[in-house]
């Protein structure tokens, strides 16, 4: 499974899905329109805004518009190279799942590594660029390692 983990809503009925794994793929709803017909309604581009990822397995508008993630990652064209923060976006949410799996607030581990909150949620959310010092910091508090590599 494909985990996906920041949704950009496009132009018309296109959006850009970020995965796991740094790719970012674009996928236009409407060509699985032929099978469901029913996606015809996220033309309207009020109803198409409403879309959200649900979990990290798919991108919901209700509960009769949907697409998995499988289905975009595979049909989607690939587009990360028209974004420069794919990496960070990925390094943020997996500081967040782990955080999580920890059962700890963003407050409390910013807290146990002496760094503030407000910095703290921005590097979960993708917004931030941390230096090897701070990720080092950051996996010490998680009971983590970081591993770094260039391919």
Partial sequence: MNKAIKLVLKEGTTFDLYFFDCRVKRYNILSLAGKFPQL??????????????????????????????????????????????????????????????????????????GMDQADLSKLEKGLGNPSIKTLNRIADGLNSKISISIR
């Fill in 40 to 113: 015809y309604a996220l033309k309207d581009r009020n109803l198409f805004l409403k879309g959200h990822l649900l979990g990290w397995s798919g991108v919901v508008w209700n509960d009769e518009l949907d697409v998995d993630c499988d289905t975009v990652y595979d049909e989607g064209i690939d587009v990360t190279e028209e974004y420069d923060d794919v990496i960070l976006v990925a390094l943020g949410y997996n500081i967040k799942q782990l955080r999580i799996e920890k059962n700890l607030t963003q407050e409390e581990l910013a807290k146990l590594i």
